[in-house]
């Protein structure tokens, strides 16, 4: 029997559907996030990897960055041979010190990357100031921040690349890992979807080496249903913080520091994160009664063990170490009940 259908070498048509999951996603968070480009990638972390490599860090370069963060973005920092410095944080937003930035700026310095952490942005005007005065690039670690805004402008519109993740925990999550970079400039998007792609342009021409840094399709089709959905679940967040407050202020729990709402900001809520003195006590009560939560994170970066040889001590830097030492994460999901959030509020209020 022989086979009589034409067998096409490759077939484009049947590769065509899933690259338009990942098209389609890219044209839909740039526009959600009033950015020019989009590009998909494989997580966070490789999103900040590669807008370092884009704007061409090189070993012996510094970027000037927050140690109140997840580790991904001094790690990304550090894996191109660069060195993170690590500036203090403001004690109301939790986000980088603008004031601290210019200090830290040498020679060396070509990048500053704030992080708009637990969903509020990072004082980008004085930042993007400061950048621009000392020729250097701004890398938005967007990662906890999709839809956040700063006087009307989204998080990833303002600095050269957006950084976000897909990560599940994120308020918008995939079913796995994948993240995307908005940029404002064609050229640092060519460069960033080159380097996704093995510098491969076109196939089999390697003009840079990059890596494979792919959005899975799967994961684009996922996340293309639910960010219909991301709104409404924003606004989920923000009515739970608004009831935490009604509850902590009913009770008079003066001690307890609610997250800070600073003027002209969309806080996207990605955390719901209190500051106690009394740290060991709340989570104790939280955890007889089976409520979860978290610090996010116990150990400033500059504190770690694989940057010791930065030359950082307990010390350095005050306001990110006394942070690390008394800040908890509750929970702030959009699904969470008036009745779930008032048993979390007794829980805390038990410990004083
Ligand atoms: C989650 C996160 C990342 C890393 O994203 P992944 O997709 O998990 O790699 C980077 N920076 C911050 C601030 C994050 O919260």
Redesign the pocket.
Known sequence: MSYTQPIPLLDLKAQYAPIREVEGLEREIAAYSAAAYGIGVT???DA?LIALMAVDIQPGDEVITTPY??F??GGSIHRLGAAPVFVDIDPVSYNIDPAAIEAAITPRTRAIMP?H?YGQMADMDPIMDIAARHNLYVIE?A??AIGAEYKGRRAGSIGHFGCF???PS?NLGGFG?G?MMTAQDEKLAHAARLLRNHGAEPKYYHKVVGGNFRLDALQAAVLRVKLAYLDGWTAGRQRNAARYRALFAARGLAEITLPTELPERRHIYNQFVIRTARRAAVMAELKARNIGHEIYYPVPLHLQECFAGLGYRAGSLPESERAANETLALPIYPELTEEMQAAIVDAVAAAY
């Open positions: 997580s966070g972390t900040l963060t997840f991904a973005t992080v952490l670690d990662a906890q993740s897909f990560f994120k890992d993240g």
